[in-house]
């Protein structure tokens, strides 16, 4: 390659490529002193951190040139559990991973956890961050997450953000606290320093926002107030328990009295400015997972359900979620089908006349009473059906009991169905009473398809005096008597409602003949009117039990939308 | 130490020798990224109030002119100058904080964050000359899609570079350094099973 390709505009500057030099020697870890307790310290990123600390007395270290400069000294052992040793190189989806430093950090609630500094120097850092046995892989984000507005998310609930293409809700806004740090660190890592954290989920999901803020001075330039307040403690004789004053750059949230801050940046004329703002994406590990890469013997024991753990019951309840969906549109498909089958359709309609119909008078004990019958025609049943009859009349002191015949014309099979209509009333005021009623109706079972041939053989108190009475002045009337239904093997007999009165059955194969109607039997005024109706009905009786289904469907659904958000809270 | 202007050698001042940062580019390193491949032929080294930053300064191939790779601890910022670029009004470094919104070209960017930095080294072929250490107060912008923006105002109006982020995989980076004991094969998820 020429040393002109991609040669800048003429007239510009530029360094001769054969100034380059050579190669550089590689880069390795280095063996330094502490300066506190004279021990050694393997600095295993030298240029990288500036940060280490001692493994022997734990005091604070800083790489400047060839030594190690104390930034803040310790005499003490290091009190927490490393389930990864500094030092440990495991491979996370292919990639080798060095575990160079550890943060332990802490919120308010004084819950804490520990973050792992994974380090490959071509991918960069990870955070393995293990809180009560759960692990998340988190990785530094080069944007920002932008919330709804399509703004950059900030403090507080923001209600959800975008993050590296997820969408992730608020879930929790903490103060975190480093409690104790081991290894090394590409950054002025201290005990002690807070920041403010807010969180964002979306299993196996988490995001992170952690803003930094700077304090500058009236010319513009960053100022670390740290040394600031370590001054003003000196000359106010505070007394400061900060040993970490000497940092260049401050975060702004060291725990200091307030007060003091406030005094300080009013007198030095500071402006508290937020200057960064570091976004982070985390990823669940499974502890196995860990365990493997790492070649662990020992992983801390899982405890309730992480922070972006799925939510083992959301995949059921969102299974449920699904076979409620599929069953209910089954369901609604199958009832809208039975639906779309069920029809009432009227197949006679009929008021009837009685004084059309021949009557015979009977005798049961002292009770007269008059049988009589009638054709109201032909039916056709166009598909397998039951049948509504309804019967209506205006009654006074009266019962009229009926007998259906349906006789299948092509087959011969017959039906028989009965229904009794009755109203009787009687008393005044409080002790007026009245029995039955002016209709009737019943339905059958399930006729099969035909043609049918109705003869409806009824018994009636109706008019039984002026018939007799008919029948003294007129005497009886003999004719041929009518055609006697061809009586099939009876299917079933539906039992009609106890009446008030006696119903003797009737049967028209007992009918006699000899004693006949008279001629003009009572009048037209006086003859008891019947209205039949029969409607022809399929049966919705699986829509009911669709609906019913579907209830139970969703009570389902909500025990395991419970036990969900159940598990939900105990993240 | 000479530097070229009108493609003749031009003497430049000394600066200072380049400090060992870990990173594990180097000049020669090639790469391609959307299918465009390119030469890493210089670098500038800056330095952050903590640890190092460089841009390295990248040959397109086919002429397709230069570009700057961004590159600090595994993170890579793909980006070139745009010349003439419009910001905010009255745009100043010392009034902006994180979050905000700055326009470039009557687009909306949002500051993600603002340094102070050092240039303190180069190497190899670049753009521009430069004598011993200067200031480079840095803001850092990005947009919901993804673009980035750098406008470094070290120089009135100040320079702005868009592009954005990219992976260490996106770059299909080939003739890199070995660092702290990793090698380039300890890059790439295949390669690191066979170079155990």
New interface residues.
Partial sequence: MSESTGAPESGKFRYRADMAPPEPAPVVAKRFTCPNCGGPVNLELPGKSVTVRCPKCSSILEPDHEVLKLRDKYNEQFPYRQWIPIGTEGILNGIKWKCVGMVVRGDDDGGTWSEYLLFNPYHGYRYLVESSGHWTLVEQVPGLGFDRSGRPGWYGPTGTIKLAGKKLRYFTHYRATVKNIIGEFPWQASIGETNEVTEYINPPYQASCENVTQYFDKEGRPVAIAALIAAEAKTSLVDSQDDDDDEQVDDGDVDVDAIIVDAIISKHGLTKRVTESNWSIGEYRHPEEIQAAFKLNEIPEKVGLGMCEPNPLRARYLLSLAITGLLFLATCGTCSVAAGRAEEKVVLDKAISLSTAEFELKKEGTTDYLEFSFEPGNIELNKETNVEFAFESTLNQEWISLNVFMIDEQTGRGFIYDGELSYYYGGSGEDKWSEGGNSTDFTTEKMPPGQYYLFVAGATNIGVNEFKRNLQVYGERVEAPPAVPATGPLSKAQPGKPGAKPITPVTPAAKPAGKLLPLDFFGKAKAPKLTLQMKAKRDVASIGWGVAFIFWLFGWNIYYYIRYRIKEGER | ???????A??E?GQTAA???????L??GATGSLDGKTF?I??RIQYRH????WNEWY????K????AWLGEA???Y?FTRLKKDAKLTPGLQ??S????E?VEIDGKEF???????TKVVS????????FEGEYEAPVVDC?R?D?T?ATIDFSETPPLVFIGR?VS?RELN?MH???????K?A?????A??AQA
């Fill in positions: 130490m000479s530097v070229q202007s009108e493609d050698l031009k430049v380049l400090v060992e940062d870990g990173s594990p180097k000049l030469k032929v210089g109030p903590v640890g190092y990248l040959s397109m191939d002429d397709q002119g230069d601890n595994g993170m910022f470094i010392t902006i904080n994180a979050g919104s949002f500051v993600k964050d603002i340094q102070t180069g190497e190899g072929e670049l753009p521009f000359a990005v919901e993804g980035f982020a260490f980076l890199l350094r070995s660092v702290y004991g990793f380039p300890d890059a790439t998820p295949v690191a099973g």
